[in-house]
């Protein structure tokens, strides 16, 4: 089927000229069109034509005038499939209490791991649906959702069996990760490498061989994964094929951005308290840095050097992280809102780092991202006329239609 995207107020097509990524100074390019349409044949972007050509010859036809027509968004890190509430570690965190002293306290993380592996699998998916299709009435058409809130075998496969139906019965593209390496389970509290060899000989395997993920991560830092113990993961990772991701430089520099690229990891995120050292390596590397300004607003610190990070080159992602514990944001508007105004981003850096670059860091980038043709035909519009407005409209979302494979998902 042919569709006709009639006469937008301005494409913002994201261009890259067929490189898929775009590194330091040139996410301030997002190559806007204007007095033009875009044709759409099954599914994939075919053409753009100066509205003044358009005849009448197409069967299929979607005013956009007036509104603004970006790539569909790309959310490229979060950790959606959680159950359960924290809402009282919040209290506590408002009175001073500090995150990884909760998380000592089996708060944090495993209270997150109980409540998963309490609930069924049916109330599971009746609560995570909802969530991505947030995501969707936000204009974002490709989404990561991690493991991680499992930490047993019979409990990471759990979330993933649930993402990958999700993936089937929603119509975004859902990227699956498999980070069984979050934390230690309370089992494994003084047994490390027992947990460890657990992730490695056990559930990456079956994973593997389920095909139920695409990539895996770990949580590298002083409370969670050692740095040998991610080189342990990692190994064992690639040798099952995934593509590996890395959360690391949250809290502590314990050296996981020299592991991220020895590995050539697809990305490195977090970053908060990267040193200056690493900003160079990983700017000067393939891997997409991945910011989550949410996490330093919802915890109270610094920010990740995003601004440094794009001055000295690197391909820049962002992303919201959402969770139950360190960023219940799920609002990616509002964090590039955040990345503008705390780390000195360019509204058009911010929307660079939500397209392609965020597709990049799922290795979704030649499929979607931007708008050039021969890509999918992912589409987030928006209601106004000016894309400053995207930025610029803290918290509000003004994406007013959704376009997945050349399909209206969602319309307001
Ligand atoms: O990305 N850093 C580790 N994991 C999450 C937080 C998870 C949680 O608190 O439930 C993060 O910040
Ligand atoms: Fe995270």
Redo the contacts with the bound molecule.
Sequence with gaps: MITLFKNPAQIITVDTKGKNYKRGSEMNDIFPLFEHSIVVEDGLIKDFIPNSYVSSKYENEIDLSGRIVLPGLVEC?T?TA?AGS?AEEFRLKLKGVD?EEI?KKEG??N??VTSVREISEEEFYSIVEPRIKYFISQGITTLEIKS??GLNFENEIKILRLIKKLNDNLPIDIVSTF?GA??FPKEFKTNHQGYVDEVINRMLPFVAENNLAEFCDV?C?KT?FSINETEQIFEAAAKNNFKLKL?TD?FNSIGGVGIALKYNATSA??LEVVNSADVEKLASSDTVAVA?PG?SFFLGYQFAPARKLIDKDAILALST?Y?????HIANLNFIMSLAALKMKMSIEETISAVTINAAKALNRNHKTGSIEIGKKADFAVFDTNDYADIVYEVGKNLCCMTIKNGNIIHQN
Excluded: C, M
């Design positions: 890190h950790h959680f924290r995150y998380a944090g993380i209270k997150t991680g809130y980070l979050h934390t949580f830092e969670a959360h949250q995120e977090h989550l996490v992280d969770n139950p514990g360190s960023s």
